[in-house]
Structure formats: C-alpha cells, structure tokens
C-alpha cells in the first residue's frame, strides 16, 4: 500500500510498524506532527503529550525499561532539556528498542537557534540515522529500533525541517505485533550508581567499535558511482539537494548512518575521486572526520556555515550562478511581519506592559514573543522555554542592590510554557525571596505550535477526559500569597492588576484567562466562556477623529485611511476583543452582533 505522506507522517507510521507501544513528546516545530499522527493510532499506541522534552524522553524510556518499545520526539531545542536522561540512559541501554526523534532546523524558521543535534550523537555515544525522504524516514525508525534491541542502546533519528514538512510517496506494510519484552529486575543494568556506572561505561566503548562495523558495512551507507571528477559526501536533505543540482555527474557517497561515521567507506570512496564536496547542513560534522582521514576537501570553505543548503545555495557556492527566477521591484512588496491575531488574549495584556516605564519586560516562547515588537516594544529578552521568570529574578537581584534604583522586572509566559519549566522558574523566585511581577498568559491550550492539549487545558493527547491542573491552586501551594486572575481583554482589569504588583515589595503572579481566539471550544470552555467571541466591533465614521488610538492596539483588523483620516475595522477579522473600543477616546467604535 502506497501512501503520500510528510516526513513526520511517514516516522509516525513507521513507529506504527515497528510495534512501538509508547511515544511521549512536547510540541515544537518541526516536529509537533509526528506525535499527533502517532496519537491516530490509539488501539495500537499509547501515545501523550508531556509538560517538557525531559519528561517526554524519561516516560519513554520507563516504557522501554519495562519492554515496550517506545519513542520521543521533540524540536532541537528541546533536546537541550532532554540532555541529562540521554546521556545516562545511553549507558545502561534499553529493554525494550527507544527511538529518539531529533528535528533540526536549520535556517531557524521558527527557533530561537540553529544546533546541530548530530553533536549529541556523538556526544552521547549513541547510534545515528538520518533519512533525506518520506520512504527512508519510514525505513529508518523501523530499522532504529531493531537496531536499538541488537545493539543494547537508544538511538537518535535526525530529520530537518525540509524532511519533516515535503511529502513523497511512501510504501507502507502492516504492524510487525512485537510482544513485550520481559521485564527483569537488572539492578546492574538500570540503577546507575557510580559502581554500576564505571562498568557500563566500559561497554558503551565496546558498542561503539561494534557499531563502527556496521557503519562501514550497511545498507543506509552506499556509494553511488558516476562520474569520480567530482565526489559528494552528504547525509539528510542535503544529499537530495544535491541530486537536485549535480544530478548524475558526479559520484555520491550516500551517509544514512552517520554515528559512528563509516571511515573505511570514506576513506575508499575519497581515494577513488579527484574533488570531495562535503554538502551538509550546520556544522562541519563529516567534513571534520574527512580532514582527519587526511582527505582534502571542499566544505564549509565554499559552502555556508548556516542556514539550509538549497539547490541554489549549492548552486551559487559551485557555480557562482542562480537560476532564472520571476523577476520583481522589491520595494513593490508590503511588508508583512509577524503579529499577533485578531482577538489574541495577550493584546491587552502587553498593549498596558508596553505604556510601563521603568520596567525590564523578560518574555518566553510562545505566540507573546511577538510583543517585542511595535506597537507593543513589550519583550526585552528572549532565551528559552521557561526561562522568562528566572532571568527576571536574576536582573530583578541586581537591579536592587543599586543603590536608589528602581527599575522593576515583570515577566510573561504562556500556560504550556509554565508547565514545560516555568513553574521551576517560579519556585525560584519564591525561595529566594524575589519581588518580581510574575505574569502566566493562561490561553487555555498550547497556541503556537497549532492547539495541542496540556496539564491545563482538561483533555490528553488522544482526547480523553483528564485531570485539569488549576494554576492559581498551583501558584499558591508554591507559597504565593499576591495572585490576581484577570480577563486580559479588560484593560482596566490590566491595568489596576500591573499598579497592583509593581506596588508590591513582595513577589507577585498575574494570572490572565482568557482562550486563543483560534481554539476551538471545549463543553468547559463554552461554559466558562459564554460570552466569548459573539459579537464584533465596528467604527461609527461619524465620531472617528482620526487620532489612530485604536491602531496602536496593534489589531490586524483595523485599518485606517490616509486620505479620510478615519479607521475602520474589518468584520472578517473582528472577533470582539474589545479592546480597540476601550481605547477610543471619543467611543467611535461600538458593539455589533456577530
């Protein structure tokens, strides 16, 4: 059976045919959609969002401890987090075959940063594959996990962005039904105590040569000869990139495999042609090996350091030449950056932060990170999941052992955010005694990654009723006693509730509640909600002075006319926030039935 599928659908149904019984991730892109495809196959699969990529990866190594097979997924970054478990869990080796899934992406489309997980590999000392299509994405997870029971260790699948977004034809088999592998209790194996450790440590070096064997000799590693003018070594995308621009004129030295890399097979395929390209995606990971081989080669001294090695990228670099595109005038084009939508529940929120003065405002990942830009200026800072409150405790301490300074730090994140680390973030605060504005923009759902479910939202992964976590219930058992919930929607609410805490010498939460505009509504949601989202905004032309008040709330719904001097909004857009019409100086806007 043939199917067309992204590449995150085809690792989906590869855990499917693999036998896999338990797959854990946190969302993040590009890899949110292989949890969800994985979730598809409830009878089969028990599959579950967690609060972070840590526990994502620990829950889905307890599922192997007790034989099952098991996966996690999560974006690059979240592979940071996810650290401490893999490198342990590295040494003592599974029960049960674990896959962990490592999507990179470079050019930073959507990320804080641009890593190169294949260092981990390497780091972890754990094997490696990376497909370059659908059908090997499929292919790979399949053979990881065999690979994974044979050779007693996780193993780490590394796809891009490019591989988890295209689709290609993939030919799909049945469930291979693996059975549970007996559980045993194997103190030796799984209690790493330093005892337990030395000597495992000993045979993940052992593993390591066994594995170098079977980098030189498998199938995912192959030599393509052509033309031995030219030798291309890539793994991944970059290996279709290639194919793309050089097609059969040079020869290719396929990598699917690639920790540990293959040497003989390098080494054999470098003497046999005149020039290597080494085309790969970050950093200089094969070229590096080919240099100690002492083969020399061209890499990322003619290709860049950074971003996606796209056919006209590797055009360029090679050629000095692009191909013939539309041509357009540039100054033509409307610039459209990223905003918040229409109706989004932080607009409030951030439209008061951003009027504070005497603030350091220390923002998170979500949809809010778009608040460090006009009209709102309300984000100074930016590093990592759940990092906002912590930052801002730290500059809050420095800020107050400045003599006569009285510089104050509100801090924001997202519900999800909160559960991923925030809330470890928060106990910090508390315990050292902090005096920070803690600020928790509770939407209801996990919003930027496309609404997956989260410890608040009431519902898992696979649509079950579960156990709803109540924030402000959690914020006090932490040991805050200054908690205000707000409708964010409701600027004087916002507004009273920032005068509130800033006049605190103590620590602070603002909990603001309020769904995504975008998120569809749950039986709770209706009910706590009703109110939500029913009528529209509209300017009454007659009263608009033109002072674009209501346009400095940053609503893309609401345009103003140059030439009349007057705003208007549209309807299409319009959800009925409100507060566009709370700003308005002489009431030009008012309420219409939706």
Known sequence: MKKLLTGNEAIARGAYEAGVRFAAAYPGTPSTEILENIGEFKDEIIAEWAPNEKVALESAIGASIAGGRSIAAMKHVGVNVAADPLFTFAYTGVNGGLVLVSADEPGQHSSQNEQDNRNYAKFAKIPMFEPSDSQESKDMVKAAFDLSETYDAPVLLRTTTRVCHSKGIVECQDRDEKEIIKYKKTANKFVTVPAVSRGLRVKVEERQKKLLDFSNTTKWNSIQWNDTKVGVIASGMSYSYAKEVFGDTVSYLKLGFTNP????????????????????????????????????????????????????????????????????????????????CAGCPHRGFYYELGKRKNVMMSGDIGCYSLAFAEPYNAQDQIICMGASISMGHGAQKIFNSIKDNKMRVVATLGDSTFFHTGINSLIDVIYNNSNTVNVILDNRITGMTGHQENPGSGYTLQGDKTAVLDIEAIVKAIGFKNIVVINPNDLTAVKNALDWALSLDEPSVIITRWPCVLKKFSDEDKEEFDTAFKSKCTVDEEKCIG????????????????????????????????????????????????
């Not at 609503?555 to 030439?563: L, M, S, T, Y």
């Open 261 to 340: 890399l293959p040497i003989e097979k390098i080494k054999e395929f470098c003497s046999k042609v005149e020039k290597v390209y080494v085309i790969e995606e970050n950093d200089p990971y094969i070229e590096e090996q080919v240099r100690i081989l002492g083969f020399d080669c061209y890499g990322k001294n003619l290709f860049p350091a950074y971003g996606e090695m796209l056919p006209e990228v590797l055009r360029k670099a090679v050629y000095g030449e692009t191909k013939p595109t539309v041509e357009y005038e540039e100054k033509e084009i409307v610039g459209r950056p990223p905003t918040l």
């Open 547 to 594: 002072c674009k008040a209501c346009t400095r709330t940053g609503c893309p719904a609401i345009v103003f006319d140059k030439e009349n001097k007057k705003s208007s909004i549209d309807l299409n857009q319009c959800v009925g926030c409100e507060v566009c019409l709370q700003v308005c100086p002489v009431k030009a806007i008012r309420k219409v039935e939706a």
